[in-house]
């Protein structure tokens, strides 16, 4: 089946500091999802990328969607101590008639010291 | 503004004791969806509605089931519970028109204990 590597799986920063994560994939999707999770917590959607070299913002988020739609980058700028938790990358397959299924990335652990 | 609301956000069962996880949503997506989530792992999915239609994945255990009584609400049965099902349950629901991929959104989870 499909399979999303995700790197770093871990990193400890100092605030201020800029975070760049990635994904990548065997194969392609058709849209790639950035899901943060705090603890104690359902993941939560930061950013949503629908076409090939699409580069998306969200505050001090920026993600692309790979032309080989086979990756996607994350990037925080500046970071602060709340930007801490797990991000999730996610592929979506094309919508068929059994609903979209995510493929999760293994998650990176964003730590952030103050 | 929760939209997607889980009950409850902690359980407590006994190894073996039937427990039942509560998922409704306010948003009138069409597909929901439960995933299991252990400790630094993402989460896997068990299985999803589209619509009523129930589709399992083929290795969700026959200890896990769902019903899903109408649109809004969603729950997750688990008939004996093992120690290896201590877990954070996560609802997630999506809306699928066919036409372009929707983003699934998630409930806050139930978190299981057993004892």
């Known amino acids: 089946g499909q399979q999303l590597n995700q790197s770093p799986q871990s990193m400890f920063i100092q605030e201020g500091e800029d975070v760049s994560m990635n994904c990548t994939s065997s194969?392609?999707?058709?849209?790639w999802l950035w899901y943060k999770q705090e603890p104690g917590e359902g993941p939560v959607l930061l950013i949503a990328l629908y076409k090939a070299g699409e580069l998306t913002s969200n505050g001090r988020l920026t993600a692309q969607f790979g032309i080989t739609r086979k990756d996607s980058f994350l990037n925080i700028s500046a970071s602060i101590p709340s930007d801490v938790g797990i991000y999730f990358c996610?592929?979506?397959?094309?919508?068929?008639?059994?609903?979209?299924?995510?493929?999760f990335g293994g998650g990176t652990r964003l730590m952030v010291k103050p | 503004d929760a939209m997607v609301i889980q009950n409850p956000r902690y359980q407590v069962t006994q190894f073996g004791k039937p427990v039942t996880l509560s998922c409704s949503q306010t948003?009138?997506?069409?597909?929901m969806y439960w995933y299991q989530q252990k400790s630094s792992q993402a989460p896997k999915l068990l299985f999803h509605?589209?619509?009523?239609?129930?589709?399992n994945e083929a290795d969700t255990p026959d200890n896990f089931q769902s019903r899903r009584p109408n649109t809004s609400f969603c729950f997750l049965d688990i008939r004996s519970p093992g120690l290896g099902d201590a877990a954070m349950y996560l609802c997630?629901?999506?809306?699928?028109?066919?036409?372009?991929?929707?983003?699934?959104?998630f409930g806050d989870g139930t978190r299981l204990s057993i004892l």
């Open positions: 996610a592929g979506l397959n094309p919508p068929s008639e059994a609903g979209n299924m995510l493929t």
């Open positions: 948003l009138n997506h069409n597909v």
């Open positions: 194969s392609i999707f058709n849209t």
């Open positions: 997630a629901t999506s809306r699928d028109s066919g036409r372009r991929n929707q983003p699934q959104h």
């Open positions: 509605y589209y619509d009523k239609d129930f589709n």
